[in-house]
């Protein structure tokens, strides 16, 4: 069984997807009225206006049963409220409806990350937690197991114009991420499948400070399609890709160097020749992977360095600043 957190915005759009689908079944409805999405999305939406401030309130995940596998659909209702049971989704509305449009069986679930007392439900790590949840549920009731997610399994042609671009971003950019060193790899990628990238600049600086995505003349913030594809998340997973990148390339080449003196082969070239190149060839590669280094370093410490910055008020600068404006009113 696969679980994949889909990103969505809007519980109109989603309850739309989930009810409307040729076949679809609702198998549960806690807290919402399940025979019309329209009055599902408004009671979702009243709930949400307990906690006006939680903007991602619209939790939606699918549960992906293998192909030909097909669980009764008490089995299913009860998979799905374990599931969110774990995620700690709990005392809140929600709709679980079974889709049979596709090759495998699969659930969407649909949660107010608004509880019933107007508290905020968290949401951290959900997919990685979603994923590990699926997996003991996937032994409890002797499902097959999933050897990958994918967010392909969503029917893109069923949603809006909108969310439908998004999903799309979220598969290029998730296809294209591993074979990326940096960020003008990834954008090169991403244009070829007709997606272009922007970012949000720091006041009249060069300093990036976001990035979003453009397809077809609609664009999404990096966070907006999933967390980790905000401008940190991204060059956090580059530099860590170069990293290993780096570790690989000098597990290589120490291998070869043991290769090469064990095997007692007679080198071409004479010992200072082979001194000096070895020298300079070595320099340049130490200094190729110092670079490097530094750059991933730099790039994975900035979120710890942005939590300790000082806040600008507080800053020499802004005291300065402030004393010399209040000087000036007492001058008038």
């Known amino acids: 069984m696969i679980s994949k957190p889909v990103p969505a915005n809007s519980f109109y759009h989603t309850c739309r997807y989930i009810s409307n689908k040729p076949g679809a079944e609702l198998l549960a409805a806690e807290g919402v009225r399940g025979h019309d999405y329209k009055l599902m999305a408004e009671d979702f939406l009243t709930q949400q206006q307990l906690r006006p401030d939680k903007k991602q309130a619209c939790f939606h995940s699918i549960l992906s049963f293998y192909p030909g596998e097909k669980p009764s659909d008490e089995i299913m209702k009860e998979i799905a409220t374990k599931y969110l049971k774990e995620l700690g989704i709990v005392n809140t509305q929600y709709a679980i409806s079974k889709h049979t449009d596709k090759a495998h069986l699969h659930l969407h679930i649909v949660a107010n990350m608004v509880s019933n007392e107007g508290k905020a439900i968290s949401d ?20 097959v197991p999933a050897i990958e997610k994918n967010i392909r399994l969503t029917n893109l042609e069923a949603l809006n114009h909108s969310e439908a671009n998004k999903y799309k971003i979220y598969i ?22 007709g997606i272009e990238t922007q970012y949000k600049y720091k006041g009249q ?41 780096l570790e690989q390339r000098h597990n290589v080449d120490n291998r070869l160097d043991s290769k090469v003196y064990s095997s007692g082969e007679k080198p071409l070239l004479n010992q200072t020749e082979k001194s000096n190149s070895i020298q300079e060839s070595g320099k340049d590669i130490i200094q190729d992977i110092a670079k490097d280094m530094e750059k991933a370093i730099q790039i994975l410490m900035q979120s710890e360095q942005s939590q300790s910055q000082t806040p600008y008020e507080l800053t020499q600068e802004a005291l300065r600043k402030k004393r010399k404006k209040q000087s000036q009113q007492l001058n008038r």
């Open 124 to 143: 951290s790590w959900v997919g990685l937690r979603g994923k590990k949840i699926a997996q003991c549920l996937t032994q409890e009731y002797k499902l």
């Open 205 to 245: 600086t060069q300093e990036k400070q976001g990035v979003s995505f453009k397809l077809e003349n609609i664009s999404f913030k990096g966070s907006q399609v999933d967390r980790k594809y905000s401008l940190l998340g991204l060059e956090k997973t580059l530099a860590l890709q170069q990293k290993q990148e």
């Open 172 to 193: 290029v950019i998730s296809e294209s991420l591993p074979h990326c060193r940096t960020m003008e790899e990834l954008e090169l990628r991403l244009l070829k499948q």
